[in-house]
């Protein structure tokens, strides 16, 4: 294990990386690691080895502003080096008109340029937010500015594909559907190979875009035996890399998560469950029917929820009561979402029954159209996606 040179015994080169590797494997936390990297040149080395492996989640927010990024510029800076200053921002539209909210998209100027350049930024601009602190506490934001953020890294058989379709796109992929359902995949971004666990969906006018939704919805389902956990909304505008900033041109963004141990889980609140026990009582089968088949793999856990607009406050009479509640029985689960104007989602707990509306409510549901036709879009209702995935 050593070599003997000019009399001097030395550490061979595999070992001392070993011994590196157990001392700074036991930091923390990124801040800690960040800072023994910077040691030298072996430590440093050493650390964005162990840093790539620990595949962390990372969220945050700010309940009080949308211009105050300092929390995702500290977060940021445990990560990699820290953030280059913002500059004055400059948000020109089509055909050079301003947009006078321009300020809601300073942050995202932020992430685009400290974020490396193959980091996918999604989300969208909505009527509330529903976020998580780094420490996992959960809170809505019904009036006022915020923000909430989840940065996933890279990890090993977890991959997640976007799409955003255009009016046009959602024409073309409209026809394939019918007609060409191997150009499907290709319109939406999607490989063939792909495992396809989970879908969501942010659309942004309801009138226009519900065929085009309740299309995709069934597509996936009938790829994959009516097994597919979906989420998702209406936001006022998306942000995507192919959204002009500031557009608020109709379109559908998606995110589609795929993976072959990756496992996805979607309940809807329906619009009778107004107390904190009915609440819980769906939330309490989402986590019996989700991880009751683990079988003692390291799993993370992502969530998300969309509210409509007249839940939270306007129905509890308090604010954060649905995502607490998530929180109670979730509590190392980040939480994302947002209060929407329309709710996109299934009941799918499971191979067996997809479908299933929680059964404490069954009998007051309306009764199920001809054809037993699946209903993918709600009103008045909170929905919830948890996905799970295996970690080293």
């Not at 969220?59 to 995702?72: K, L, M, P, Q, W």
Request: proline residues 6%; contains cysteine.
């Amino acid at each position: 294990m050593a070599n003997e040179s000019e009399g001097k015994k030395r550490i061979s080169p595999l070992l001392e990386y070993g011994i590196t590797k157990a001392v700074l494997h036991c930091l923390p936390n990124i801040l800690e690691l960040n800072k023994a990297a910077t040691v030298c040149k072996s430590w440093n080395e050493t650390a964005k080895i162990i840093k790539k492996n620990r595949n962390q989640i990372y969220s945050t927010s700010n309940i009080d502003s949308y211009e105050d990024y300092s929390g995702v510029q500290e977060l940021l800076s445990w990560l990699a080096e820290i953030p280059p200053p913002l500059p004055e921002l400059k948000l020109d539209g089509h055909n050079g008109a301003h947009f006078g909210r321009c300020t809601e998209y300073r942050l995202l100027h932020y992430l685009r340029r400290s974020m490396p350049l193959d980091c996918a930024i999604v989300g969208g601009i909505a009527n509330g937010v529903v976020t998580s602190t780094p420490s996992l506490l959960t809170h809505e934001v019904e009036e006022g500015d915020g923000y909430g953020l989840l940065f996933i890294p890279e990890i090993p058989n977890f991959s997640i594909r976007n799409f955003h379709l255009d009016r046009q796109k959602m024409k073309n992929v409209g026809k394939a559907i019918t007609s060409q359902t191997e150009e499907v995949g290709r319109l939406l971004n999607i490989k063939d190979d792909d495992q396809v666990q989970c879908l969501m969906l942010l659309g942004t006018d309801a009138y226009k875009e519900s065929k085009c939704i309740e299309a995709l919805c069934r597509y996936f389902q009938d790829k994959r035996n009516q097994n597919i956990a979906i989420g998702g909304g209406f936001v006022e505008a998306a942000i995507h890399p192919d959204v002009v900033d500031g557009d608020r041109e109709y379109g559908i963004t998606g995110l589609v998560f795929c993976g072959p141990r990756v496992k996805a889980n979607s309940v809807i609140v329906p619009p009778d469950a107004t107390t904190d026990s009915d609440i819980e009582r769906i939330l309490l089968q989402l986590k019996e029917k989700h991880f009751g088949s683990f079988s003692g793999e390291k799993m993370k856990s992502i969530g998300f929820m969309v509210a409509c607009v007249a839940r939270g406050t306007h129905l509890h009479g308090r604010s954060g009561v649905e995502s607490a509640i998530f929180h109670k029985h979730f509590p190392a689960t980040p939480l994302l979402g947002f209060f929407g104007n329309g709710e996109i989602g299934i009941n799918c707990l499971g191979p067996a029954s997809p479908t299933t509306t929680p059964q404490s409510f069954q009998s007051n549901l309306p009764s199920a159209p001809k054809k037993s036709r699946i209903t993918y879009l709600h009103s008045y209702a909170t929905t919830f996606t948890l996905i799970s995935f295996p970690v080293e």
